[in-house]
């Protein structure tokens, strides 16, 4: 099974309505090529203005809730 379709099952195991945002999300994320939430929400308002930065924090939250992903913590010392 692809990555985005196991993404899909584990969010709606986990009662979340699979949302055509949501969607738009999950493929900026799947393209590996943005560094933080904000570039996240840049990308995404350009192909819906609608969504907000609450939206891509509280996506990438339930992602590593749910084990899709993880944030990794970058200490400069």
Same mark, same amino acid.
Do not use: F, P, W
């Given at each position: 099974?692809?990555?985005?379709? $196991?993404?899909? !099952?584990?969010?709606? !195991? %986990?009662?979340?309505?699979?949302?055509?945002?949501?969607?738009? $999300?999950? #493929?900026?994320? $799947?393209? #590996? !090529?943005?560094?933080?939430?904000? !570039?996240?929400?840049?990308?995404?308002?350009?192909? #819906?203005?609608?969504?907000?930065?609450?939206?891509?924090?509280?996506?990438? %939250?339930?992602?590593?809730?749910?084990?899709?992903? %993880?944030?990794?913590?970058?200490?400069?010392?």
């Amino acid at each position: 099974m692809e990555s985005k379709e $196991l993404i899909i !099952e584990k969010l709606k !195991e %986990n009662g979340c309505r699979i949302t055509k945002q949501r969607l738009v $999300l999950i #493929d900026i994320i $799947l393209e #590996d !090529e943005c560094q933080s939430c904000k !570039e996240i929400y840049y990308k995404a308002a350009q192909i #819906d203005h609608k969504i907000g930065m609450a939206t891509v924090y509280r996506m990438v %939250n339930t992602l590593e809730e749910i084990g899709a992903m %993880n944030r990794k913590l970058v200490l400069i010392l």
